[in-house]
Nanobody, 124 residues
Framework: QVHLVESGGGSVHTGGSLSLSCIFSGYDYSAFSIGWFRQAPGLEREGVAGINSEGVVRYSASVKGRFSISRDNAKKIVYLQMGDLKPEDTSMYYC??????????????????WGQGTRVTVSS
């Protein structure tokens, strides 16, 4: 069984920074790719960053250059460093895990395990 817990959300002003953490518990962490998704009220869930077991990363166009994903395999934590935050980044952020090598940030269905989410609010 895989369990994910996010933390680090909060409220910042435009241009601010936040760092989110996703703590993974369960078997075979090294075999999983981890993605960060966000969902604002009334909008579809959007994949923003992902990292595979080898450390290869992917970003959505909306956050590329501002967000950075990394993983600490010893601690089983995946981080999402968010910089130059904008009001449109306001959302609930979720981390998700998949054992499938063919995952896409465009498809949340590729990820079978989800955390409970952490809220990020960016005010102008």
């Amino acid at each position: 069984q895989v369990h994910l817990v996010e933390s680090g959300g909060g409220s910042v002003h435009t241009g601010g920074s936040l760092s989110l953490s996703c703590i993974f518990s369960g078997y075979d962490y090294s075999a999983f790719s981890i993605g960060w998704f966000r969902q604002a009220p009334g909008l579809e869930r959007e994949g923003v960053a992902g990292i595979n077991s080898e450390g290869v990363v992917r970003y959505s166009a909306s956050v590329k250059g501002r967000f950075s994903i990394s993983r600490d395999n010893a601690k089983k934590i995946v981080y999402l460093q968010m910089g130059d935050l904008k009001p449109e980044d306001t959302s609930m952020y979720y981390c998700a895990a998949t054992g499938s090598p063919g995952w896409s940030l465009l498809s949340s269905k590729d990820f079978g395990y989800w955390g409970q989410g952490t809220r990020v609010t960016v005010s102008s």
